[in-house]
T-cell receptor, first 114, second 114 residues
Framework: AQTVTQSQPEMSVQEAETVTLSCTYD???????LFWYKQPPSRQMILVIR??????QNATENRFSVNFQKAAKSFSLKISDSQLGDTAMYFC???????????FGTGTRLKVLA | KAGVTQTPRYLIKTRGQQVTLSCSPI?????VSWYQQTPGQGLQFLFE???????NKGNFPGRFSGRQFSNSRSEMNVSTLELGDSALYLC?????????????FGPGTRLTVL
């Protein structure tokens, strides 16, 4: 069975600092897609970053970047220069061709401190 | 473009009743997925529709059902409500048949079962 594990239920970081959220997954597929989504308090889920497994280059999106280690099945999210608006629940998600569903991790609640 | 919309935003029902939730995808998106989000279980996949066809279904009892209309709007129905059905129900849409596109989420419907 395909699974996604986020081992850090809660984290905090000082404003302007860097934080890394962990995600590991398990699959026997070779081609798949990984995502980080952000869900701010009482607001809707939005995509932070997307990574295709066949691409060796790590995805980046402004202050957000990933460290994708395919052999280790690890997909961590690094947030640089943390801002108060980054306070949110962060979910790691996974999908493969033909399944038509995302599998989500249990989330990491990130709090950015002023 | 307007985002994914879900109606109603909040619902209060009693045990044994049934409920219908509605989702309008982003214009041009033909795939609609539904998820149940609870504090204990995180995000659990309910079902996915593309061009009025259910392509995948999660591990939920038959009381949970859905459908998609020719304009891509989707509804999900829960019959004989139980206390454990209290959750945030999220709808997400994506543009193509692939099933590996980025999903765009709506704000959710908060269902409370008393």
């Amino acid at each position: 069975a395909q699974t996604v594990t986020q081992s850090q239920p809660e984290m905090s970081v000082q404003e302007a600092e860097t934080v890394t959220l962990s995600c590991t997954y398990d699959t026997s597929e070779n081609n798949y897609y990984l995502f980080w989504y952000k869900q701010p308090p009482s607001r809707q889920m939005i995509l932070v970053i997307r990574q295709e497994a066949y691409k060796q280059q790590n995805a980046t999106e402004n202050r957000f970047s990933v460290n994708f280690q395919k052999a280790a099945k690890s997909f961590s999210l690094k947030i640089s220069d943390s801002q108060l608006g980054d306070t949110a629940m962060y979910f790691c998600a996974f999908t493969t061709s033909g399944t038509y569903k995302y599998i989500f991790g249990t989330g990491t609640r990130l709090k950015v401190l002023a | 473009k307007a985002g994914v919309t879900q109606t109603p935003r909040y619902l209060i029902k009693t045990r044994g009743q049934q409920v219908t939730l509605s989702c309008s995808p982003i214009s041009g998106h033909r795939s609609v997925s539904w998820y149940q989000q609870t504090p204990g279980q995180g995000l659990q996949f309910l079902f996915e529709y593309f061009s009025e066809t259910q392509r995948n279904k999660g591990n939920f009892p038959g009381r949970f059902s859905g459908r998609q209309f020719s304009n891509s709007r989707s509804e999900m129905n829960v019959s004989t409500l139980e206390l454990g059905d209290s959750a945030l129900y999220l709808c997400a849409s994506s543009p193509t048949v692939a099933g590996t596109d980025t999903q765009y989420f709506g704000p959710g419907t908060r269902l409370t079962v008393l």
